[in-house]
């Protein structure tokens, strides 16, 4: 059983920063950030694959493309998420999620393809 535990969160007013982390019980193929607000589905926002020969994938959201950063301590099994020039419709229940297999374009943002899932921490950002 992988386990996930997200930090980080907190108030920020737009135009702010904020970095999550994540620690990882074990290292997986494939880890992952979500977001989900009240009464929406839970988005995918950013995640990275690492194939066989080590190369990795890194997948972004629209959304936020040029304003967050998906990163990764292997040695520590961390994820991390840099998010700059915070907007208030950022704000959301953030979750760190993780699978042992490989996504692609197709499916990195699908949440019922990552088997494991950490608690979520809170986001938000003021005007």
């Known amino acids: 059983q992988v386990q996930l535990v997200e930090s980080g969160g907190g108030s920020v007013q737009a135009g702010g920063s904020l970095r999550l982390s994540c620690t990882v019980s074990?290292?997986?193929?494939?880890m992952g950030w979500f977001r989900q607000v009240p009464g929406k589905e839970r988005e995918g926002i950013a995640a990275?694959?690492?194939?066989?020969?080590?190369?990795?994938?890194?997948y972004y959201a629209d959304s936020v493309k040029g304003r967050f950063t998906i990163s990764q301590d292997y040695a520590k099994n961390f994820l991390y998420l840099q998010m700059n020039s915070l907007k208030p419709e950022d704000t959301a229940m953030y979750y760190c999620?993780?699978?042992?297999?490989?996504?692609?374009?197709?499916?990195?943002?699908?949440?019922?393809?990552?088997?494991?899932w950490g608690r979520g921490t809170q986001v938000t950002v003021s005007s």
């Open positions: 074990a290292p997986t193929t494939s």
């Open positions: 999620a993780a699978d042992y297999a490989y996504k692609y374009r197709s499916n990195w943002r699908l949440p019922d393809q990552y088997n494991y």
């Open positions: 990275r694959s690492r194939g066989s020969d080590a190369t990795v994938e890194t």
